[in-house]
């Protein structure tokens, strides 16, 4: 099990970076690597990796999987020694009877297609091992390129790489993350899912710039009904983690794409719902450190997002309603941060490198006895419990309450979904989904009576400098009525909504 972080390395920090390194013994090695799949690439859609390497003289060839979270990874190298002349074939076999090996020996089996190389890449590595009290961390900065080679009429392309990357070699993950938030902190890098692998693959597919969004996925909790609060806790907190930091990826590189910040946004909240909902499991575990910079990253994109939505959404439907033309004035004060600019901030950096220690998985889960396990369950549907029953009560009154009241119960709604989906493994899986389609007729609803709220705050607040924006106050006063109505409705519908935690 490999166990690393990997930052992308801004072009103003390259000659610290390397300044700093060889302030002891470096060692540089010129790596020089093929990588192979099938023509469908099978391999790669499952996020398996199978190369050849030429380190110096020697060859290695290595496969590598995706393992639980961010910074782990299945890897096993066989290590070829020097060969002359030709360099060696690709041989799957060479990792039978380790995780990765069989793993990848289902895939190929499955798609019975050759391996054929796909890409190549062409670095540097300068690296040094570094002590953290008991930890030893190797710390490699990489510099060179990804690259696609020529075939027919189809020419070159390439993608370059600076990027350092910290590999725990002995000692706790802890040490490792000390180390991590040292040098991210002090050379303005950022995190980064994106490895040379799915580079290549970018590539082969002609896309090395296409954003991709990612969508949040159920957490993995070990064994399912008996576990303990703090592994519940670590799981949810890893799955959180799992759309993050992926989408964070995309943007920090500088993707603007809706999706991808939208996708951004959703995880981040869902991050904060866990540390909300969850620390009564295990109470103590999370650091009060990682709400704020959170908070300020969600708020900065939702900013943008609001602003985006008026002109995308808004605007057409207020043009087919007889609107004039609306140009909201610029905002006064300093610009706005760019969505890369809120990714890349240290504090938001620093927070998700120690997210990401925490949710590191251990490697033995502790085994929870029946007390433990029952008393998590109980934990978890006290919280289910009070949620349901302030949205529930909530709900039937919706019209009547002030607005702060109605974004409340939204936010309470959010928070309900995304707890049932985070503990959802732990009691009845399909009663558990079908309460989460309960809720969201809901959800979609109370979002859209947000978003108007929103809208109209702004055409509010515009209507000094552009008189033609009472048109949206009016015409969004008037449609406020019907829409609280219609929340108070669908609320109403998840008083008879059965509860799966019981």
Request: hydrophobic share 40%.
């Given at each position: ?161 600076c990027e350092l990357e910290l590999e725990l070699v002995e000692g706790e993950v802890a040490g490792l993350v000390a180390l991590a938030q040292r040098w991210s902190q002090q050379h303005g890098l950022w995190f980064s899912t994106v490895s040379k ?306």
């Amino acid at each position: 099990m490999e166990v690393e972080f990997k930052f992308q390395v801004p072009a103003d920090s390259r000659k610290a970076i390397e300044k700093e390194l060889r302030s002891a013994k470096v060692t540089r090695t010129h790596l020089l690597a093929r990588y192979f799949d099938t023509e469908n690439g099978v391999l790669a859609s499952h996020g398996v990796a199978l190369r050849l390497r030429k380190e110096g003289r020697r060859w290695v060839q290595t496969a590598k999987a995706l393992g639980d979270g961010a910074v782990h990874r299945l890897e096993h190298n066989a290590d070829l020694g020097a060969v002359r002349g030709a360099p060696p074939a690709v041989d799957a076999s060479r990792h039978r009877g380790t995780p990765v090996g069989e793993r990848l020996d289902a895939l190929l089996g499955e798609a019975g297609q050759p391996l054929i190389e796909t890409f190549a890449t062409d670095i540097w590595r300068t690296a040094r091992r570094v002590q953290e009290g008991a930890t030893t961390v190797e710390l490699a900065l990489d510099i060179g390129r990804v690259y696609a080679p020529a075939a027919g009429e189809r020419a070159e392309r390439s993608s370059p790489v600076c990027e350092l990357e910290l590999e725990l070699v002995e000692g706790e993950v802890a040490g490792l993350v000390a180390l991590a938030q040292r040098w991210s902190q002090q050379h303005g890098l950022w995190f980064s899912t994106v490895s040379k692998a799915e580079r290549g693959e970018r590539l082969r597919a002609q896309e090395p710039d296409r954003p991709r969004a990612v969508k949040a996925k159920p957490p993995q909790v070990a064994g399912e009904k008996a576990v303990a609060g703090g592994e519940v806790q670590r799981a949810v907190l890893a799955a959180c983690l799992g759309q993050v930091l992926p989408n964070a990826t995309e943007v920090a590189a500088g993707s603007e794409d809706a999706e991808v910040i939208h996708q951004l946004r959703v995880g981040i909240r869902r991050l904060r719902s866990a540390l909300r909902e969850l620390e009564p499991l295990a109470p103590g575990r999370f650091d009060a450190a990682w709400e704020p910079p959170l908070v300020e990253a969600f708020r900065a994109l939702g900013a943008q997002r609001d602003r985006e939505l008026l002109v995308t959404s808004l605007q057409p439907r207020l043009l087919a309603a007889g609107s004039p033309p609306i140009v909201l004035p610029e905002e006064e004060g300093e610009a706005a941060p760019s969505a890369r600019e809120v990714v890349q901030a240290p504090k938001f950096q620093a927070a998700l490198v120690s997210l990401i220690g925490f949710a590191a998985p251990p490697d033995v889960t502790p085994e929870a006895d029946k007390d433990e396990a029952q008393a998590t369950r109980r934990a978890l549907a006290k919280g289910l419990n009070k949620l349901h029953r302030q949205v529930t009560r909530d709900g039937k009154r919706f019209e009547g309450l002030a607005s702060e009241d109605q974004h409340r119960v939204r936010k309470r709604l959010k928070r309900l979904r995304y707890l049932a989906e985070f503990v959802a493994p732990l009691f009845d899986k399909q009663r558990a989904e079908r309460y989460i389609q309960r809720l969201l007729p809901a959800q979609d609803a109370l979002g859209e009576f947000n978003d108007e709220v929103v809208a109209l705050a702004t055409y509010g607040e515009a209507v000094a400098q552009e008189p033609r924006a009472w048109f949206a106050v009016g015409w969004l006063t008037a449609l406020r009525p019907g829409k609280a109505r219609a929340c108070r409705k669908t609320l109403g519908g998840l008083a008879k909504a059965r509860k799966f935690w019981k």
